[in-house]
């Protein structure tokens, strides 16, 4: 019985400090866990799930800020560095594939890179495309890649038009029907979403993997 207290003290204590931010203890903590025989996804849907569905609520609530969003994703990375070589041992499978990328014209990249960790951390395997992306780029890696979502990101008004460019151009390359696609940015609507074309929008990380999990059925 203690020993049974003990390790679900470890899984608690884990989703704990990945929620505070803590990579060097995450990954600590990690490695004491597989060394004493926790199984990789046991921690990966016990811990670091759960923390960062728990990070995404306090941001929804306004009790995190982006730099306390920035600080849980970066100790979740850390955490999931250890084991997802172990996880790809294994039989355990992604909760969907999920290509990433900003707009061509637009080098913002720090809402991208929290959607990809939060995406991380709720089982997600991450083909993150970078910024300045071309739409020709983005068909050609749907093809390649064969996602299960995309992720379209704009940060300014004047590269918002790229989206709709690049929904046309997945759509000329006959690949629309085979992927979901999600846009993402500050200058942002739900109208603007519908109007070209896209399945879903996200306001901030944390409801994009809502709406992300929603749209594959997860």
């Not at 049974?4 to 931010?21: A, F, P």
């Not at 670091?48 to 800020?65: I, R, S």
């Not at 969907?96 to 997600?124: P, R, W």
């Not at 690049?166 to 999600?182: F, H, Y």
């Amino acid at each position: 019985m203690n020993g049974e207290i003990t390790v679900t003290g470890q899984y608690d204590e884990l989703k704990e400090i990945i929620i505070s931010g803590n990579q060097a203890a995450a990954i600590d903590i990690v490695k004491k866990m597989i060394d004493s025989g926790e199984e990789p996804k046991k921690i990966m849907d016990v811990s670091l799930v759960p923390a960062m569905d728990t990070v995404g609520e306090k941001f929804q609530n306004n009790e995190f800020f982006i730099p306390e969003l920035l600080v849980a994703a970066r100790a979740m990375e850390g955490a999931l560095a250890v084991l997802q070589p172990l996880l790809a041992e294994g039989d355990s499978e992604p909760t969907g594939k999920f290509l990433i990328g900003t707009v061509k014209g637009d080098l913002h990249d720090i809402g991208k890179n929290i959607v990809s960790a939060m995406m991380k951390g709720a089982g997600f395997e991450i083909i993150d495309l970078g910024v300045d992306v071309d739409s020709k780029k983005f068909a050609q890696k749907i093809e390649e890649t064969n996602p299960d979502i995309v992720g379209i990101s704009a940060l300014l008004t004047t590269t918002m038009r790229e989206m709709k460019d690049t929904i046309q151009q997945i759509e000329s390359a006959g690949l629309r029907n085979k992927v979901k696609i999600m846009v993402g940015g500050a200058p942002l609507t739900q109208e603007y979403a519908d109007e070209i074309g896209a399945d879903a929008f996200g306001k901030d990380a944390a409801e994009a993997v809502k709406k992300a999990k929603a749209l594959i059925g997860k």
